[in-house]
T-cell receptor, first 117, second 115 residues
Framework: DTGVSQNPRHKITKRGQNVTFRCDPI?????LYWYRQTLGQGPEFLTY????????KSRLLSDRFSAERPKGSFSTLEIQRTEQGDSAMYLC???????????????FGPGTRLLVL | AQKITQTQPGMFVQEKEAVTLDCTYD???????LFWYKQPSSGEMIFLIY??????QNATEGRYSLNFQKARKSANLVISASQLGDSAMYFC????????????FGAGTRLTVKP
């Protein structure tokens, strides 16, 4: 399978604990995005990377959230001191951006469903 | 301000019939892209179809077509010959040139295909 993969698929944690999610993009994709999706809503943009550089962060990304893409391949999203409001599906997407291209398509992974008790 | 509006929380369609899922958008940017994604119960967002604001023709991809009415700011998804496997959530999304890293999604429409 050469699609975007995410691990774990499900995570249950207690309030105040730290959690880390991993995303493996489609190989050779230079962009990687993180989104959050709450029940009954569409995904909301959190942050994105161009290769290893984190170029943009949404206001939704509080100081408790940190994302990395150390070698420009896989990425991790860590949430510190989780709160019940962090319960959501966390989606990762990747895309290949080339010069002169129009709007590139983002390909999504299956998501990590987080439940904070 | 809401950028993408999907006014149909749920839709039903008979198998083999066509269905239209509505999407309206709001932007002052002349350059933008519109996307439709399908999300089955498994959670993965599956890309279906894309329309650029400067594209002269409506996009088509197999059984999916996009009814793009620029003046009305609508980008409705038409699914022809519905199949049981089409039952899922469908999301309309937009990216604008001035902020093209932020893809805005609507709230989605849940489509149920009846046998």
């Amino acid at each position: 399978d050469t699609g975007v993969s995410q691990n774990p698929r499900h995570k249950i944690t207690k309030r105040g604990q730290n959690v880390t999610f991993r995303c493996d993009p489609i190989s050779e994709h230079n962009r990687l995005y993180w989104y959050r999706q709450t029940l009954g809503q569409g995904p909301e943009f959190l942050t994105y990377f161009q290769n290893e550089a984190q170029l943009e962060k949404s206001r939704l990304l509080s100081d408790r959230f940190s994302a990395e893409r150390p070698k420009g391949s896989f990425s991790t999203l860590e949430i510190q001191r989780t709160e019940q409001g962090d319960s959501a599906m966390y989606l990762c997407a990747s895309s290949l951006v080339t010069r002169g291209q129009g709007w590139e398509t983002q390909y999504f992974g299956p998501g990590t469903r987080l439940l904070v008790l | 301000a809401q950028k993408i509006t999907q006014t149909q929380p749920g839709m039903f369609v008979q198998e083999k019939e066509a269905v239209t899922l509505d999407c309206t958008y709001d932007t002052s940017d002349p350059s933008y892209g519109l996307f439709w994604y399908k999300q089955p119960s498994s959670g993965e967002m599956i890309f279906l179809i894309y329309q650029g604001s400067y594209d002269q023709q409506n996009a088509t991809e197999g059984r999916y077509s996009l009814n793009f009415q620029k003046a009305r700011k609508s980008a409705n998804l038409v699914i022809s010959a519905s199949q049981l496997g089409d039952s899922a959530m469908y999301f309309c999304a937009m990216r604008e040139a001035y902020n093209n890293n932020d893809m805005r999604f609507g709230a989605g429409t849940r489509l149920t295909v009846k046998p």
